[in-house]
């Protein structure tokens, strides 16, 4: 009689180590699943058509848009719902960042919170010029135009700072937060009284004091952004740098004359993306065909494969509106990717971007807001 050899045991060592190995081999499966399905590009743009006719009254508000019709100011959801009204009354102006919206008529201001809900209304006492919200405070320029005074208010209406004598005889034309957690102020004031007219650049920090003061000369300023602790000061001929003091550094200077900014990235760490046009194809009707994308030390052109009524910068990926395309190229990109677009009528404007990466698109009276398809060069990082 044969005697049958008992099966050998795996030790617990090497089970250990095969069980280890299976896991390993099932983890590395299920990334390149995730992987694949995460850089396979969208190849479809997707449309939805708005509950409002074109106005300059449209603003992006997160993954909402907003539209002032008269009377009312509506929040408007991507797919086209209502999610709130609020009656700010006739003759209304509005600014809104991702999550508070500051709203003016005659002397009266509203602050709301995302929701739709009023925070504060009260009367600042003078006419309104305009106001600027930030992530902590809302800045208003009231009174006469060139004697101006300037009124900041927390997101709940509590008096933060006020500014009058600095401004005399100067016309406030824009301001805006910025600091890690938008504690300083910029102004921009236009001296209009001396033998030339000049652009003044100061800065603050709210509550506290004037950390700055900078002469911009003649050319006119239009955009002040906040990138990588610096405050980027564009006008029709330069972009200029300043320290979070106003001190400016020269060295930085980029010249931009002949180009104007459509829009701009700036995520939380790493360079800002500017997006630039021609002057001349954005003067009335907006006929671009070529852009110019500056980021950090990078400063590439782009030729357009078509005519465009518009371009935007988004997840590190540009993206640009024909009459019936949109056109995407990331940055690494040497060419456009075409879509068609799913609009009953041609695209005339741009009119913004939406924080999930959606845009607003005008097609003559009526608004769509439209998918921007991602590809292979897009990261995953947010407006």
């Not at 824009?174 to 001396?194: E, K, R, S």
């Amino acid at each position: 009689m044969q005697r049958v050899k008992p099966k050998r045991k795996l030790s617990q060592r090497a089970a250990i180590l095969i069980l280890v190995a299976i896991l390993v081999a099932a983890a590395l499966l299920a990334w390149l699943i995730s992987a694949l399905l995460k850089e396979k590009p969208s190849t479809v743009v997707t449309a939805a058509k708005m509950p409002c006719p074109y106005s300059d009254n449209i603003r992006p508000f997160g993954k909402n848009l907003l539209y002032y019709d008269g009377l009312n100011i509506h929040c408007i959801s991507s797919s086209g719902t209502v999610r709130w009204s609020f009656q700010v009354g006739p003759t209304a102006g509005f600014d809104c960042n991702d999550e508070t919206v500051a709203a003016w008529t005659g002397s009266t201001i509203f602050i709301l919170d995302k929701d739709g809900n009023s925070s504060y209304n009260d009367s600042l006492g003078e006419e309104i010029q305009f106001a600027r919200v930030g992530k902590q405070y809302v800045g208003a320029v009231i009174g006469n135009t060139e004697t101006p005074r300037l009124v900041v208010k927390d997101h709940e209406g509590a008096h933060m700072d006020e500014e009058a004598d600095a401004y005399n005889n100067l016309i406030l034309l824009d301001l805006g937060f910025y600091g890690p957690n938008g504690q300083y102020m910029w102004t921009l004031a236009l001296d209009v009284f001396g033998t030339a007219a000049n652009t003044i650049l100061n800065t603050f920090e709210v509550g506290k004091m004037n950390t700055g003061e900078a002469s911009l000369g003649e050319p006119i300023t239009y955009s002040v952004l906040y990138e990588n602790n610096k405050l980027r000061v564009i006008n029709t001929r330069k972009m200029l740098t300043f320290d979070y003091r106003g001190n400016e550094d020269i060295s930085a200077s980029v010249l931009v004359y002949g180009w104007r900014l459509l829009d701009t990235e700036v995520p939380e760490r790493g360079d800002a993306l500017l997006l630039f046009a021609p002057t001349s194809q954005t003067e009335s009707l907006f006929d671009i065909t070529s852009l110019r994308l500056l980021s950090g030390a990078r400063d590439k052109r782009f030729t357009m494969p078509a005519n465009c009524v518009g371009a935007t910068v988004w997840n590190k990926t540009i993206y640009a509106l024909s009459a019936d395309q949109l056109f995407r190229a990331g940055m690494n990109d040497t060419r456009f990717t075409s879509f068609s677009l799913p609009l009953e009528s041609p695209a005339t404007e741009l009119i913004g971007t939406l924080s999930d990466g959606k845009a607003i698109v005008a097609c003559g009276e009526e608004v769509y807001v439209i998918s921007l398809p991602q590809g292979f060069t897009v990261t995953n990082e947010g407006r």
